[in-house]
């Protein structure tokens, strides 16, 4: 019989690559890694990895074994929900993750109302980007995500996860409010042509990896120019303020920008056509599961109005 637990671990090592990152993902030592998954190939009788030098990589067998767990993981994520829903009363640890601007402005009143619904629930909010969700769902250290995806940077398929659509919000153009006397796009002009007149100027993005700096550098060069980045930060509040201190122009979604009587006057807001989804992500199987389902609704409640659905 094939332990359920080494089988996840040949997922994670299909998924990351190395034996060192499984290890660090699920806080075991590369040796036990090893060990488990040596196990694993005496238990199915075949090779399931070739090992040249330090590399490891699937066989032929190891991949098609791979493909199996994710059936058996998703099939065991099922059973939990439905021993979950037998239950009488949700209670627990519920572990959430969310990007800075989605914890700012819709996680905290979801959580109210998850409160007021589910007192027996314990819900756990981690901060996480949503380029490193789908591994922490995966290694178990979130059940239910908050992700989003670009225009421009589409979200690739992610096996044994799933997502439903929350809502969708608008991208605008940030600069200096006289930058340097330059006139302001007109309404019905083209993102293109609204980036191409800045792209003399100096740009503000996000930290390198994040899907924000991906985002803003490929609308740039759909454009035609790439940016010149002068500097770089992850929180939006701190992105305007060095708009408003003239060190640039960013790009920045509608939920990183404050309320219109806390705008900035020294910020001028273009909007954009380009868009950022977010969607509520959680592991194959779990749709169901009641904790999951009840925090997915209480986010949608909490959605503000001015928020269209996907």
Do not use: K
Request: aromatic share 4%; hydrophobic share 45%; glycine share 8%.
């Amino acid at each position: 019989m094939l332990d359920v637990r080494r089988l996840r671990l040949l997922r994670e090592l299909a998924r990351r690559g190395t034996i060192a990152a499984v290890a660090e993902a699920l806080a075991f030592s590369p040796s036990a890694v090893s060990q488990q998954l040596g196990v694993l190939e005496r238990e199915a009788g075949l090779a399931l990895l070739e090992r040249t030098g330090r590399r490891v990589r699937l066989t032929p067998a190891g991949e098609n074994l791979v493909r199996h767990a994710e059936a058996v993981l998703e099939r065991l994520e099922r059973a939990e929900a439905e021993l979950a829903e037998a239950r009488e009363g949700l209670a627990g640890v519920l572990r959430i993750g969310a990007f800075p601007t989605a914890t700012r402005a819709i996680v905290p009143a979801a959580l109210v109302s998850l409160a007021r619904r589910h007192p027996g629930l314990e819900p756990m909010v981690c901060e996480t980007d949503p380029a490193a969700v789908a591994h922490a769902l995966r290694a178990g250290d979130l059940d239910v995500a908050l992700v989003h995806v670009y225009d421009f940077v589409p979200a690739p398929p992610e096996p044994g996860l799933a997502t439903e659509p929350l809502y969708a919000e608008a991208m605008y153009l940030a600069e200096p409010a006289d930058p340097a006397g330059l006139p302001g796009a007109p309404e019905e002009a083209r993102d293109a042509e609204v980036l191409r007149r800045r792209q003399d100027a100096p740009w503000i993005t996000a930290t390198p990896g994040t899907l924000c700096r991906t985002m803003t550098v490929r609308a740039c060069q759909a454009a035609g120019f790439t940016p010149r980045v002068r500097h770089q930060a992850d929180e939006f509040a701190t992105v305007l303020a060095l708009v408003a201190a003239g060190q640039g122009v960013a790009l920045v979604p509608q939920l990183g920008i404050a309320r219109p009587g806390d705008r900035d006057p020294a910020v001028r807001l273009t909007r954009l056509r380009l868009q950022r989804r977010t969607r509520i992500a959680f592991r194959s199987g779990a749709a169901g599961h009641p904790a999951v389902a009840a925090f997915g609704a209480a986010l949608r409640g909490a959605v503000p109005p001015e928020l269209p659905p996907e």
